[in-house]
């Protein structure tokens, strides 16, 4: 009967889930210099039960505009907490659906961070921490205020799709996947403050302003895959946006990918999931997927992802400079796994729409090509093969 009730229960999925093994949230926020602040908050409740040091994590990067694309010195700046607590307070949602959940850390007053979901689906972030991450002494927290210092609340956030709030669909239902992806908003705005020590060199037009495009992500359930793929872009003014999202990898045995494309003046809402993001093995080296192929390059930065349904095709091809990816942790049962997945903000992103000129069997016909530059790749795990080491910069 519990079962049951998990599945029809009106959960929002950006809150918090109280049978996940770990709950991971993604938020990318634009500055006004064209630099980016990435925040990485996640928990691992099981781990910590374990007495793991690295069950609870909080990952600030800001990635400098053109990073990696000139040689003008500019090194991405991070900094990871990680947390001996977590609580998470979460409230059943309502009728409607409405978001409403907090997460919230505090360590001996050294780290502060907090992810809270209000019920008209806005978003209040908010980190405070000291370089380091620790205190020499007890009296150091009185002697300055923190050396980090962000807060920013979203607003004016762009749902999925009008027809579900979530990439899986009716995926998200069920509780026994391995892992879940769900896209809060796929564009925000924001107004952002921010403080970080000196040796971020942070650009001045970004300690103060307001952020657009920002997007907002989440993964929860049982484990972290063992390998995967992200692309993201986000282009256009208010009301004339366009947007390519997707996300996928190895689950369950088999490679499955979740895709959106948005373009608002064209009136384009396309998504694909499974059955026909899937490529099952077969013999040896040998995959059946008679609606997808993909090509993950990491030696020249490149992954390219073709998908089908009976009337349209979406052909994505990515692609970002070497030098330009930066590595980030990943929540994993046992704890965090440092530099598991490599992540470029550098990358071009061309994207094809196919229409079939009649059902089923007719011919296909290029409808759309669309480009979008500075948008987001990465390689995780084992499509990405210098996870685990201490290369910074690939």
Same mark, same amino acid.
């Given at each position: 009967? /519990?079962?049951?009730?998990?599945?029809?229960?009106?959960?929002?999925?950006?809150?918090?889930?109280?049978?996940?093994?770990?709950?991971?949230?993604?938020?990318?926020?634009?500055?006004?210099?064209?630099?980016?602040?990435?925040?990485?908050?996640? =928990?691992?409740?099981?781990?910590?039960?374990?007495?793991?040091?690295?069950?609870?994590?909080?990952?600030?990067?800001?990635?400098?505009?053109?990073?990696?694309?000139?040689? /003008?010195?500019?090194?991405?700046?991070?900094?990871?907490?990680?947390?001996?607590?977590?609580?998470?307070? =979460?409230?059943?949602?309502?009728?409607?659906?409405?978001?409403?959940?907090?997460?919230?850390?505090?360590? /001996? /007053?050294?780290?502060?961070?907090?992810?809270?979901?209000?019920?008209?689906?806005?978003?209040?972030?908010?980190?405070? $921490?000291?370089?380091?991450?620790?205190?020499?002494?007890?009296?150091?927290?009185?002697?300055?205020?923190?050396?980090?210092?962000?807060?920013?609340?979203?607003?004016?956030?762009?749902?999925?799709?009008?027809?579900?709030?979530?990439?899986?669909?009716?995926?998200?239902?069920?509780?026994?996947?391995?892992?879940?992806?769900?896209?809060?908003?796929?564009?925000?705005?924001?107004? *952002? &403050?921010?403080?970080?020590? =000196?040796?971020?060199?942070?650009?001045?037009?970004?300690?103060?302003?307001?952020?657009?495009?920002?997007?907002?992500?989440? &993964?929860?359930?049982?484990?972290?895959?063992?390998?995967?793929?992200?692309?993201?872009?986000?282009?256009?003014?208010?009301?004339?946006?366009?947007?390519?999202?997707?996300?996928?990898?190895? =689950?369950?045995?088999?490679?499955?990918?979740?895709?959106?494309?948005?373009?608002?003046?064209?009136?384009?809402?396309?998504?694909?999931?499974?059955?026909?993001?899937?490529?099952?093995?077969?013999?040896?080296?040998? &995959?059946? $997927?008679?609606?997808?192929?993909?090509?993950?390059?990491?030696?020249?930065?490149?992954?390219?992802?073709?998908?089908?349904?009976?009337?349209?095709?979406?052909?994505?091809?990515?692609?970002?400079?070497?030098?330009?990816?930066?590595?980030?942790?990943?929540?994993?049962?046992?704890?965090?796994?440092? &530099?598991?997945?490599?992540?470029?903000?550098?990358?071009?992103?061309?994207?094809?729409?196919?229409?079939?000129?009649?059902?089923?069997?007719?011919?296909?016909?290029?409808?759309?090509?669309?480009?979008?530059?500075?948008?987001?790749?990465?390689?995780?795990?084992?499509?990405?093969?210098?996870?685990?080491?201490? *290369?910074?910069?690939?």
């Amino acid at each position: 009967m /519990d079962r049951v009730k998990e599945l029809v229960k009106p959960r929002h999925p950006y809150t918090l889930h109280a049978r996940a093994s770990f709950e991971g949230y993604y938020t990318k926020f634009p500055l006004p210099s064209g630099a980016s602040l990435i925040l990485i908050i996640f =928990t691992i409740p099981a781990a910590a039960s374990r007495g793991s040091k690295t069950a609870h994590s909080v990952e600030i990067t800001y990635v400098p505009a053109d990073y990696g694309l000139r040689d /003008d010195g500019k090194q991405v700046w991070q900094q990871g907490f990680k947390l001996r607590s977590m609580e998470g307070e =979460t409230w059943r949602a309502n009728r409607d659906d409405r978001l409403s959940f907090r997460l919230e850390t505090e360590c /001996d /007053d050294v780290v502060h961070a907090l992810i809270s979901g209000h019920a008209d689906s806005t978003v209040e972030y908010r980190v405070s $921490a000291p370089p380091s991450g620790h205190r020499t002494s007890p009296d150091d927290a009185d002697k300055s205020e923190p050396q980090i210092q962000f807060t920013a609340q979203t607003q004016l956030q762009s749902p999925w799709s009008q027809r579900t709030a979530s990439p899986e669909g009716l995926w998200s239902r069920l509780p026994f996947l391995p892992l879940h992806w769900h896209v809060h908003s796929l564009s925000s705005t924001a107004e *952002v &403050n921010l403080k970080l020590p =000196t040796e971020a060199h942070i650009d001045p037009r970004d300690t103060i302003g307001t952020s657009t495009h920002v997007h907002e992500e989440k &993964n929860w359930a049982t484990s972290f895959p063992s390998a995967h793929m992200w692309v993201q872009a986000r282009e256009g003014i208010l009301g004339s946006e366009r947007g390519i999202c997707l996300a996928g990898g190895r =689950t369950l045995g088999v490679d499955a990918y979740l895709l959106g494309y948005r373009n608002e003046s064209k009136d384009i809402e396309l998504d694909f999931r499974p059955p026909f993001t899937v490529q099952a093995p077969l013999v040896g080296s040998t &995959n059946i $997927a008679p609606f997808m192929s993909c090509v993950r390059d990491w030696e020249n930065r490149r992954f390219v992802l073709s998908v089908q349904d009976f009337t349209h095709r979406v052909v994505v091809r990515a692609s970002a400079p070497k030098g330009t990816f930066f590595p980030l942790c990943a929540p994993f049962k046992d704890g965090a796994r440092e &530099n598991w997945l490599a992540q470029s903000l550098s990358a071009e992103v061309e994207v094809e729409i196919w229409r079939r000129k009649r059902w089923v069997f007719g011919p296909w016909i290029l409808i759309l090509r669309d480009v979008f530059g500075k948008g987001s790749l990465e390689f995780g795990g084992e499509y990405y093969p210098k996870r685990g080491t201490e *290369v910074t910069r690939n």
